[in-house]
């Protein structure tokens, strides 16, 4: 099939600079956009597709963002939520880096812990920190375990 076969649907236009998130967990790239504080009513240009067929994963979303490069921390926030995520940063049309996500094994001020006795959640300055388990995240100050609804949690 041809780049310009109309049964193709409609392609999105390459971005000049900034990032391309491919492989997000599908129905997951509105939570992806929260976590990088893309609101309604900030400037980035941007490319949302969800539920789109992917041969890996069935169905997945992109999101494409002009003129930003994702820092580390949130990068490792999209992990959480999409674990076989790519990030691509574009310059000049072009792919430069291409990276998978990683999880780290320890989060540092990524996660709000929801017991509301945790150190984490008084006015001590003392930032949640959290092991990440096959059975969810860890809180190392109060024990509490998050299994369920990791995005809701993440700050």
Request: hydrophobic fraction near 35%; charged fraction near 30%.
């Amino acid at each position: 099939m041809s780049r310009k076969d109309p049964s193709r649907g409609l392609l999105v236009s390459p971005i000049k600079n900034g990032t391309v998130i491919d492989h997000i967990t599908a129905g997951e790239a509105l939570n992806v956009l929260r976590i990088l504080g893309i609101t309604g009513s900030t400037r980035e240009c941007l490319s949302i597709a969800t539920n789109v067929e992917s041969k890996r994963m069935g169905k997945k979303d992109i999101v494409k963002i002009e003129n930003r490069e994702l820092r580390t921390e949130e990068v490792d926030r999209i992990a959480l939520l999409a674990p076989h995520a790519k990030i691509n940063i574009i310059r000049d049309y072009k792919v430069v880096e291409k990276k998978g996500v990683e999880i780290p094994e320890i989060l540092r001020g990524v996660v709000r812990c929801p017991n509301p006795g945790c150190i984490t959640n008084t006015n001590e300055p003392v930032a949640s920190t959290f092991e990440v388990l096959d059975k969810g995240l860890h809180c190392l100050y109060c024990d509490w375990l998050i299994k369920d609804d990791i995005a809701n949690h993440i700050i």
